[in-house]
């Protein structure tokens, strides 16, 4: 969707900038344009490019051992599996809660909407604190919890609950909107065709959000692989177990291995990079493309 | 097959959408549903349907009690005001949709399935367009595609929810005109749901006027317009100049004025409400003339083959407005200018009841 806003926006502002009445003095434009490039070079390229200086200084040899050390690699398994875990619960959640708010009239619905962002706007240490708080040993559930030999903080699960947590608001965000605009016409229209509940989410519903279901799970997983403070938090930090990423590259900074530190660091910024390509690509390639399809009748040039 | 409703009820908070409605929807007939917007016409088509289910009362689908059979059960053919058409398939795979979702027993070889679409866009006179998608398609062909695809599953009943609402006027009256000789061909018994009183009168068998979540009058179209029941269909279904006053033999005295309206059933001195349609009212020139209503002319609109005279009550504390249709030659004959104070006098006037008269205000 934000793709589509974008290329209307761009035909927009072309139309806007060869007007010369609506057309703003150079003097302006060049100002602006300055003030973005300056600010973008120093707090967004600046960072990324001593990221990976700071990686390389010791040479490529260096920066490889510092990845395959075993506690590095460890840590590199257990960011990919809490994001391959977290990231499928989260559009499963997303979709039904998406669903829910955008199709379905009931008491509450408000409240919902608004405790989706609710993980936006609460700070990933109270996320964290939260699971601590009722998983911990002196949780609510911590006796009952260690009755039955289950471990959840300090362990993979509490770092999958974690993510979950701060990352639940992506997809269900991406969708409510998309959902609430299309109605459930189509819906309607294949019940009475006399398609079941399944058949009709598979062939009609699927199909109709799935740019946007895709643009949310990239963002997801961009959060899940990143996310610092409530995993900082139920971690427990303990090397080769429960050290995802981010977590490895703070232990390895406060220890003043500073080209290990940047290595590991470098890597996330790569998969961070990597995802916005992705993202990037599903937003030319999908309602771009539907545009397309759907201009070449219209006339557009 | 035959469609009855008893006694539907249904209420979205506190607004009333039906009150009660009883209604026979006999097989093979074309029945329009006239109303204004939230008069409950839709909402009565969607239970008819199973998309909305009734607060009290049954449906009846061939006699049979459908008031809990499920949408998929129920065997209908609906068709969406913004057609609803599945805009990621193809208008070859919107047809087929209803064949090819159907349980595997029940459901066509997959060349039965192409031949049965390319039939029904032969139907529907789209056959060159099966491959494009539904936004590469003007409204009056998706419409089509969607009547097609509906039409695919063999529907008992085909139910059309304001289908040419959102189209031009000019692509609207063609399809009226092509809907109603799919009908003759089909003889599919239809319900549809419009507001614009003309595609009701042209395109149905019969007519049913509802108002405020019951039904005014069910008739064939021409009895409709001809012999209103209530003044709320009077007023519906075309222009009308209402007269309030109180009967006096053959006479409704309106303020100052009197009218003759000819027999009645009305006691003297009873108040009433004269509905006279514009083309059935005179003007009259002469000023000593007594019979008539006084007005005075505003504007002369003469274009196609009437002219219509918009006039004011002559008497300028209570803004009252007429409006009469006349012949061009007529008008010509009669050199109205603005300003200029004459009697109306009715050729034909039906009398209603006022305690009638105060609902169709409302």
């Given at each position: 969707?934000g ?5 209307h926006?761009?035909v ?9 009445a609506t ?8 100002i602006?344009?300055a ?21 390389l200084?010791k ?5 490889f ?12 398994f ?7 875990i977290?990231?499928p ?8 809660a998406?669903w ?9 619905k408000q409240?919902l ?7 936006f ?22 006796p ?5 030999d289950?471990?959840?903080i ?10 979950v947590?701060?990352t ?11 959902m609430?605009?299309?109605g459930q ?9 006399g398609?079941s509940?399944?058949q ?6 699927l199909?109709n ?8 799970v ?7 692989m ?10 427990g930090?303990?090397r ?19 080209a ?5 660091a ?19 390639a999908?309602?771009a493309a ?9 006339g557009?040039? | 097959?035959?469609i ?21 929807f ?15 016409k839709?909402t ?6 199973g ?6 009362g049954?449906?009846?689908l ?7 059979a499920?949408?998929r059960?129920r ?5 969406f ?21 159907k349980?595997r027993?029940?459901?066509?070889a997959?060349?039965r ?11 529907v ?17 998706r419409?089509?595609?969607?009547l ?8 008992r009943v ?6 040419f ?5 000019k692509v ?16 599919i ?6 507001h ?17 979540g ?15 029941a209530t003044?709320f269909?009077?007023?519906f279904?075309g ?11 053959h006479?409704?005295?309106?303020g ?18 004269g ?10 020139t ?8 006084e007005a005075?002319v505003?504007?002369?609109?003469s ?7 918009e ?6 504390d ?13 008008i010509?004959?009669?050199q109205?200018?603005a ?6 006098k ?11 008269a ?5």
């Amino acid at each position: 969707m934000g793709a589509a806003v974008a290329t209307h926006w761009t035909v927009h502002s072309r139309r806007f900038e060869a007007s010369a009445a609506t057309r703003e003095p150079a003097w302006v434009r060049g100002i602006l344009i300055a003030i973005a490039l300056a600010f973008f070079a120093l707090f967004l390229l600046l960072p990324l490019v001593t990221v990976f200086a700071e990686a390389l200084r010791k040479g490529w040899g260096v920066y490889f051992a510092a990845l395959v050390d075993p506690d590095a690699r460890s840590a590199i398994f257990l960011t990919l599996l809490v994001a391959a875990i977290a990231v499928p619960l989260n559009l499963v959640f997303g979709v039904s809660a998406a669903w829910a708010i955008a199709k379905f009239n009931f008491r509450g619905k408000q409240l919902l909407t608004t405790l989706i962002d609710l993980p936006f706007s609460v700070s990933p240490v109270v996320a964290g604190l939260i699971f601590v708080l009722l998983f911990g040993a002196q949780g609510w559930f911590g006796p009952w919890l260690i009755e039955h030999d289950v471990k959840i903080i300090f362990a993979v699960p509490g770092l999958v609950l974690a993510t979950v947590f701060v990352t639940f608001p992506f997809v269900a965000r991406e969708l409510i909107p998309l959902m609430e605009a299309q109605g459930q016409e189509e819906e309607e229209a294949a019940i009475v065709l006399g398609a079941s509940g399944w058949q009709t989410f598979w062939r009609v519903t699927l199909p109709n959000i799935k740019w946007g279901l895709l643009y949310g799970v990239i963002l997801c997983n961009a959060r899940a692989m990143g996310e610092f403070g409530a995993v900082s938090v139920v971690s427990g930090h303990i090397r080769g177990r429960t050290n995802t990423m981010p977590l490895y590259v703070e232990i390895l900074y406060n220890e003043y291995n500073f080209a290990a530190a940047f290595a590991v660091a470098s890597l996330l910024a790569l998969l961070a990079l990597l995802t916005l390509v992705v993202k990037s690509l599903v937003g030319m390639a999908g309602p771009a493309a539907d545009e397309c399809r759907s201009g070449t009748l219209k006339g557009i040039p | 097959m035959s469609i009855h409703v008893e006694n539907i009820a249904k209420r979205f908070g506190r607004f009333v959408a039906l009150d009660h409605v009883t209604l026979d929807f006999p097989t093979g007939e074309l029945v329009g549903l006239l109303g204004p917007s939230g008069c409950g016409k839709t909402t009565l088509l969607r239970i008819i349907a199973g998309l909305e289910s009734a607060d009290g009362g049954q449906v009846l689908l061939d006699g049979e009690n459908a008031s809990d059979a499920h949408v998929r059960e129920r065997q209908v053919g609906f068709v969406f005001q913004h057609y609803a058409l599945f805009r990621h398939m193809t208008v070859f795979d919107n047809v087929a949709f209803g064949l090819r979702v159907k349980p595997r027993g029940q459901r066509p070889a997959a060349d039965r399935i192409r031949q049965r679409v390319a039939e029904l866009l032969d139907l529907v006179q789209l056959s060159a367009l099966a491959n494009r998608y539904p936004t590469q398609l003007s409204g009056g062909q998706r419409q089509r595609i969607a009547l097609a695809r509906a039409l695919a599953v063999e529907p008992r009943v085909l139910l059309l929810d304001e289908p040419f609402g959102a189209l031009d006027a000019k692509v609207r009256k063609e399809l009226r005109r092509w809907l109603r000789t799919l009908h003759d061909a089909l003889h599919i018994t239809s319900i549809f749901v419009t507001h614009d009183q003309e595609e009701a009168l042209e395109v149905s068998d019969r007519v049913v006027v509802m108002n405020h979540g019951h039904v005014e009058q069910v008739d064939a179209p021409e009895q409709v317009y001809e012999h209103p029941a209530t003044p709320f269909v009077y007023d519906f279904l075309g222009a009308v100049n209402l007269f309030h006053g109180r009967v006096h033999g053959h006479h409704l005295h309106v303020g100052a004025d009197h009218l003759p309206v000819g027999q009645h059933s009305f006691a003297t001195g009873a108040e009433a409400l004269g509905c006279v349609r514009p083309h059935e009212l005179e003007i009259a020139t002469d000023p000593s003339e007594p019979a008539g209503i006084e007005a005075r002319v505003e504007r002369v609109l003469s274009f196609g083959s009437t002219s219509r005279v918009e006039l004011t009550g002559a008497d300028r504390d209570v803004r009252r407005y007429y409006e009469v249709e006349l012949s061009r030659e007529r008008i010509a004959g009669l050199q109205l200018a603005a300003g200029q104070v004459v009697r109306l006098k009715p050729v034909r006037v039906r009398l209603f009841a006022s305690s009638q008269a105060v609902e169709a205000s409302v």
